[in-house]
């Protein structure tokens, strides 16, 4: 199976446990939500509607063939549709609007020290922004490292 197509078998596979109304636990994998999750974290993604979601809260969503996982910076009512504005606490960009069609559900981390649903300010995100892409640039050295040593 290609990345992509295992991807979405994934995320397919979330929605319909989900849709039976059981939850998902998962490892974070990225660094968008530094310092609140980190990677490697254990989170677990419950089945509730866009109406049940508040701002600061964590939610899961697809994005073209991919699970991304963003705080709530926004809600907003659309011709009575309700629709939520993501942004990862290190991430300086706001995401897509997220609607029925891509939402999966609500996150919550399962270490409750780092339990939070404050929105970053401004200056504290570009903090995270500097500090996850530190850490990403770290992991990608560690990776050429690690394949120059096996040659």
């Not at 939520?84 to 996150?107: A, H, W, Y």
Request: with cysteine; proline share 4%; charged share 25%.
């Amino acid at each position: 199976m290609k990345p992509a197509e295992t991807d979405l078998f994934w995320i397919t596979w979330f929605k319909n446990r989900l849709q039976k109304g059981n939850f998902v636990q998962i490892r974070a994998n990225g660094n968008s939500m530094i310092p609140c999750m980190w990677k490697g974290d254990l989170v677990r993604i419950y089945p509730l509607s866009l109406n049940q979601i508040g701002l600061g809260d964590i939610v899961a969503f697809q994005r073209n063939q991919h699970f991304v996982v963003h705080r709530v910076i926004s809600i907003q009512n659309i011709s009575g549709k309700v629709q939520l504005c993501t942004q990862g606490d290190s991430n300086r960009l706001v995401d897509e609007p997220i609607d029925e069609q891509n939402f999966i559900g609500k996150v919550d981390l399962l270490k409750p020290s780092k339990k939070t649903n404050k929105i970053p300010s401004q200056k504290k995100r570009i903090l995270f922004f500097f500090l996850a892409r530190f850490l990403s640039y770290f992991d990608a050295l560690k990776k050429r490292v690690k394949k120059l040593l096996v040659r």
